[in-house]
């Protein structure tokens, strides 16, 4: 399988925890975007990079999260101390500079 | 008010029947996205247009730049259609990549 994938696809946590998702992209992309999804919402936008440089983040992204990408090919999202309203789908995409975005299956957080 | 918004919300319809769903939004646009999402959360990009139509098997994608509206038609629709239908549109200016979504429709096609 070649497309985008992301791990794990579901994460249980308690208040206070930390954790940390990954996003492989598409070999030959060089873009990866970090996106969130809240139930009945449509997705929104908290970071993305081309190649290992972080080019944008979402003022949504507080200082409790954090995304690397070190080698401009699998990404990583950390959320410390997580919080009830952390509680989202993850949803990581990848594109070939800004062309068509091709998303992976979503990490599902629930935060107790 | 939203940049993107869609209607309706909610669509139910019978198989076979033909289907719209809109999107207007208030930026300057490079692209506008449709995108699938079925239960469970995995999206598929089914068009990305900047100008014109695009047709898909079953699946038409109109966009009027200057009326800022674009539509997502499903001709003889089938249960299998059954997902919620999100519009997302990359802004001309600022961050080229970041795509701005829709609140989605959601489609229940009944037998």
């Known amino acids: 399988d070649t497309g985008v994938s992301q791990d794990p696809r579901h994460k249980i946590t308690k208040r206070g925890q930390n954790v940390t998702f990954r996003c492989d992209p598409i070999s030959e992309h060089n873009r990866l975007y970090w996106y969130r999804q809240t139930l009945g919402q449509g997705p929104e936008f908290l970071t993305y990079f081309q190649n290992e440089a972080q080019l944008e983040k979402s003022r949504l992204l507080s200082d409790r999260f954090s995304a690397e990408r070190p080698k401009g090919s699998f990404s990583t999202l950390e959320i410390q101390r997580t919080e009830q309203g952390d509680s989202a789908m993850y949803l990581c995409a990848s594109s070939i500079l800004a062309d068509e975005q091709f998303f992976g299956p979503g990490t599902r957080l629930t935060v107790l | 008010k939203n940049e993107v918004e869609q209607s309706p919300q909610n669509l139910t319809a019978q198989e076979g029947e033909f289907i719209t769903i809109n999107c207007s939004y208030s930026v300057g646009i490079s692209a506008l996205h449709w995108l699938q999402q079925h239960p469970g959360g995995g999206i598929v990009s089914l068009f990305m247009?900047?100008?014109g139509k695009k047709k898909h098997g079953r699946l038409i994608a109109t966009i009027n730049i200057q009326e800022k509206h674009s539509s997502l038609h499903i001709t003889a629709s089938h249960p299998r259609d059954s997902a919620v239908y999100i519009c997302?549109?990359?802004?001309?200016?600022?961050?080229?990549?970041?795509?701005?979504f829709g609140t989605g429709t959601r489609l229940q096609v009944t037998l």
């Open positions: 247009l900047s100008s």
């Open positions: 997302a549109v990359r802004a001309a200016t600022g961050t080229a990549s970041k795509l701005t």
